[in-house]
């Protein structure tokens, strides 16, 4: 489904990514890990078409992404920070956004689910930072697409609201859809994804299931067995 | 594109500082013709300041949007639109909905003074165009340093000192060189100065419809034989569009090689 093939990118001097390749499959929930500054963030942002890599190419259903924009349609992605424009209403930025993309959406379900019903008409610059989240979930989550890019989804979300997260997640997936996750919290990992990948130094250095991982590092605790994985390259 | 453009506009118009620009000229048109009590002297007047103020809210305004807005761009940049018509959409948000301040501000209360008897309503509606221009191009300017700037702080102070420039700076040493060299003629070194700078430009054009050009002397004959005719009206206006097309080609290529 998607393929990064040879991909450089520099910024200046610092080189995030060197030569990566990666292919990922149609449906399940792909963890990106790895330490911070290891191109996570770059990797899913060359794939959105916001960073333009240096060399290499990537391929999204059999097309390359490079300098193309209609292939987003099949694409949702959640930021990693939540910002949006302070005197807009939540409701009318999410009649935007659905304004723009000629899809149909679920987004009163979700908005339910979240208990954003009684902040529909606050302005985004008064809600607090997890009522943004919220409301970038329900950005993220209300189209139907095939691919699912989730930056850090965790970021200030309460108890409830991460076990909804959790749960759209696995609904998501059992239709069959393709998930990408950044995070650093690995319960989440364990406890969601079907495939990790550890990028270190612009590189795959990792690929394959949770209990493949913990194997190879013979550590029966994810968090250990990562923390291995990045103790090593620092050695 | 326009969707942006009715978003962006839509968020302008709802901040506070749209309508404090709004005021601002609400008050200072009441006030002047207050003074004044004459169309003319008002129109004078009010030139004096939107040469230098326009770009000013311009260049501020734009430098802000983008950098406050970026976060925003962002969610934007996800969703399948041509990343193009994201920033000019934004650019003509910016840029209407400060001429609509303008034009709106301004022109309330030279309406209700009695404009549409006064003969001033020319020399009005040229002073709210070169405002527009300049609305345009300084947005379109500031839009290209914030885009070339990472640092907030740096790409404002760029901004502010590419303003400082086009309106103090400029005219100093355009004068220092008219007095170095006034022993030689100078009449056609001025007139292509003055089309450098769109702050000039404007400012010689209302200047010479104002029919006060009299005050110039000897290279404001020249001036005036220049852009006192229509043919010289229409070039410094097809001055003042290139200085709004080059900046947004520009800011179009830079787009397009950006990383966010």
């Known amino acids: 489904m998607i393929e990064f093939k040879n991909l450089h990118k520099r910024f200046g001097k610092l080189v995030v990514l060197d030569g990566l390749n990666l292919e990922i499959k149609k449906g399940g929930i792909f963890a990106i890990l790895g330490p911070n500054g290891s191109g996570k963030t770059t990797l899913i942002k060359c794939l959105l078409g916001m960073v333009i890599p240096n060399k290499g190419d990537i391929i999204f259903e059999k097309k390359t992404v490079l300098r193309q924009w209609a292939y987003r349609n099949n694409l949702n992605y959640l930021p990693q920070i939540a910002n949006f424009p302070p005197n807009l209403s939540v409701m009318e930025l999410i009649e935007m956004v659905k304004n723009l993309r000629p899809k149909t959406s679920n987004s009163e379900e979700l908005i339910e689910l979240f208990g954003l019903k009684t902040s529909l008409d606050k302005k985004l610059g008064n809600l607090s930072g997890g009522t943004k989240q919220k409301v970038n979930i329900v950005l993220a989550f209300m189209f139907d697409s095939d691919l699912i890019v989730l930056d850090e989804p965790t970021n200030g979300l309460d108890p409830i609201a991460l076990i909804h997260l959790k749960e759209i997640i696995q609904k998501e997936k059992s239709k069959g859809k393709t998930i990408l996750i950044t995070t650093h919290i690995m319960s989440f990992v364990e406890e969601v994804a079907d495939e990790i990948v550890f990028l270190l130094d612009g590189k795959i250095y990792f690929k394959g299931t949770v209990d493949a991982l913990k194997k190879q590092m013979n550590n029966e605790n994810l968090e250990h067995a990562i923390a291995n994985l990045i103790a090593k390259q620092y050695a | ?260």
Do not use: C, H
Not at chain 2, 8 to 13: H, Q, R, V
Not at chain 2, 172 to 192: R, T
């Open chain 2, 1 to 260: 594109m326009l969707k942006i453009l009715k978003y962006s506009f839509y968020d302008l118009m709802r901040s506070r500082w749209s309508y404090v620009y709004f005021m601002f000229y609400l008050l200072l048109g009441f006030v002047l013709l207050f003074l004044n009590n004459d169309v003319d002297k008002a129109v004078i007047t009010l030139m004096n300041i939107i040469i230098v103020l326009t770009p000013l809210i311009g260049t501020i305004f734009g430098v802000m949007y983008y950098y406050n807005s970026k976060e925003f761009t962002e969610l934007l940049l996800a969703q399948p639109i041509n990343r193009s018509k994201i920033f000019m959409g934004q650019y003509l948000g910016i840029s209407i909905s400060l001429t609509l301040s303008l034009v709106l501000g301004l022109g309330i209360p030279f309406v209700l003074y009695g404009l549409f008897q006064s003969a001033a309503i020319f020399n009005f509606s040229l002073l709210l165009v070169v405002g527009a221009f300049l609305n345009f191009i300084f947005v379109a300017l500031s839009y290209n340093i914030a885009l070339s700037t990472e640092n907030k702080i740096k790409g404002f102070g760029y901004a502010i000192l590419m303003w400082l420039f086009l309106a103090v700076i400029y005219d100093g040493i355009f004068l220092i060189f008219l007095v170095l060299f006034n022993s030689y003629p100078l009449d056609k070194f001025s007139l292509a100065a003055t089309m450098f700078n769109p702050i000039d430009l404007s400012r010689i054009l209302i200047l010479l419809k104002l029919d006060i050009s009299a005050l110039l002397g000897y290279t404001g004959a020249v001036f005036k034989q220049f852009f006192g005719t229509n043919f010289g009206l229409f070039i410094a206006l097809g001055l003042l569009t290139i200085w709004i097309i080059l900046p947004v080609l520009r800011m179009n290529l830079k787009v397009k090689k950006k990383d966010f």
